[in-house]
């Protein structure tokens, strides 16, 4: 996710930088891994308007991602790297061995057709993989910090 910038063909494009947008792939979402939230546009729960001047926005479909990792020992492939509208990281399918479908937090480095695993033992230190922070060397950069064992990732996800 790079950020791109234009050339000053005018004074508003002068310093006019956007998000590059190359690294997503052209496929369909997964229509099982996604739901859609309904906003909620200032409304509490008897649909009175409780937070004035706010209105419902875009449509959204928000994507399950898999916080947890807890697929131990089975190996998968990135398919696709996708947009998600609910959060500022891209996303990425992974397919598992077994034929299961999740979507994960796209970390640096991660590229289509990498292939990631997830294990409480140790594992190969490549971007992707899922271990426990004891098994990982001082220095490494990590991300989806889990604060509880078993209830998934909390820190450092976007």
Known sequence: MAIKS?????????????????DITSKPSVR?????IPAAAGRNNNGRITSRHKEAGAKKLYRIIDFKRNKFGVPGTVSTVEYDPYRNCRIALVTYADGDK??????????V??????????????????????????????????????????????
């Open 32 to 36: 099982s891994l996604l739901v859609r």
């Open 6 to 22: 234009y050339r000053p063909t005018s004074p508003s494009r002068r310093f006019y930088t956007n998000v590059d947008s190359t």
């Open 113 to 158: 057709g990498d292939a990631v695993i997830s294990d409480e033992s140790g594992v190969d230190i490549k971007p992707g993989n899922a271990m426990k922070l004891m098994n990982i060397p001082v220095g490494t950069s990590v991300h989806n910090i889990e604060l509880k064992v078993g209830k998934g990732g909390q820190m450092v996800r976007s």
């Open 102 to 111: 999740r979507y994960i937090l796209l970390p640096k480095g991660l590229n």
